[in-house]
């Protein structure tokens, strides 16, 4: 894939792009982090003969939208695509994958005698930002974090999963494709989770058809080696944060048009997808850590538990699940607030250097559309740009709204 040229950073709407796009047409179901649902097979949209493992939130069909002008103010890099000459030809199927999950225990035809092959250790790569890293899970001078608990649980006695963890705090997903990617095709995972995206909308260089062909191109390479998928959708930092709405709104549209890559993306691959976007969980103190970005010990369990119960629907969890309650002492007052008056320090020093002085520019923007009534012309321009971005992966059924 070639990178499509840059766009301008639309800040402000003068004109209405289009109307809004109609309401759900079809659904795939997804897991919700709060409580889980069982899980269903569902065709995917695409037409692509595969189906999508995932279980409470709802994926929908978009019809085609009319580009969007470059507008100033939505916290999204807008992209409009050329309209397609007449005629224009089909785009070419996607090539068959190959068995979602590899064998993993040699058995042995009937009546040859010979005693079947002990079970290989299923193989569990973990890439990503500090989420997967295990921040906010400490466990003696280090971080476990949900990656490491699920591992422990994917395997058994005689044959205990193999993990690596891939993930470096800070991450975006360009730093997954060109540098975290390789190293875990290297090791030929049977269970691939990529859980990534947040740091981008942290970023002034927040560009959604970047990152979803980084994306792309990550899931395309894991799950053509038959590598199983996990993904998730997170909660926007701005609600985390519990900025104010001015400042929150930006940080959020951003998050949301993520997630809606990532919904997207799940069902091409057939990932085992968790919704862990919203939900009771969020508004959970005891799930997060001191910094309210990363979940605490509660919360990283909570999603490795998540992830073990869809797993284990199809044989690909045969360990004991991670047990949901904390088995270390909470951090204490006095530790939580050393650490954000130290590593918490240096990040926000790095976010007002970096992403500060355009998220005030789109505070003003939004103080300036809610004063005359405008503020849908805002996510009319984001859903604009994300419809452009999945057409830059040739996903021809984008997300009709960005809400979750």
Known sequence: M???PAGALADESKDDPSAASPGPTAATRHLTAASPQPTTATADPTGAGRTAIVAGAEVYPVPDLAPAPEL??????????????PEAPALPARPARPARVRPLTAVPGPGSGTPSAPPRALRFAALGDS?????????????????????????????????????VSGALTEDVAERQAPEALAFRPDIASVLVG?????????????????????????????TVLLTACLPDPGTMLGLPLPLARPLARRQRAVNAVVHALSARYDAVHLHAGD???????????AD????GERG?????????????????????????????????????LLWLATAGTGWVARRCTDLLPQLMRLAGSEVRHWARGTSERLDRSAEHALTAALA???LEVPLARMGE
């Open 279 to 289: 939900g009771a969980w969020v508004l959970d103190r005891s799930m997060w850590s």
């Open 392 to 394: 830059a992966v040739s």
């Open 131 to 167: 989420l997967t890293e295990g921040v906010g899970d400490r466990v003696g001078d280090g971080w476990r974090g949900w990656a490491a608990l699920l591992a422990a649980g994917l395997g058994d006695r005689s044959a205990p999963a193999e993990f690596r963890n891939f993930a």
């Open 292 to 295: 309210r970005l990363h979940p």
């Open 72 to 85: 100033p103010g939505s916290g999204v890099i807008v992209r409009p695509a050329p309209p397609a000459p």
């Open 2 to 4: 070639t990178a499509s």
């Open 300 to 336: 990283h369990r909570m999603i490795a538990l998540r992830f073990h119960e869809l797993l284990g629907g199809y044989g690909l969890a045969r360990g004991q699940a991670p047990g949901a309650e904390p088995t270390q002492p909470a951090p204490t007052r006095a530790a939580s």
């Open 198 to 226: 947040v740091n981008d909308t942290l970023r002034c260089t927040f560009d959604i058809e970047e990152l979803t062909r980084h994306l792309d191109s990550v899931f395309d390479r894991l799950t053509a080696r038959g």
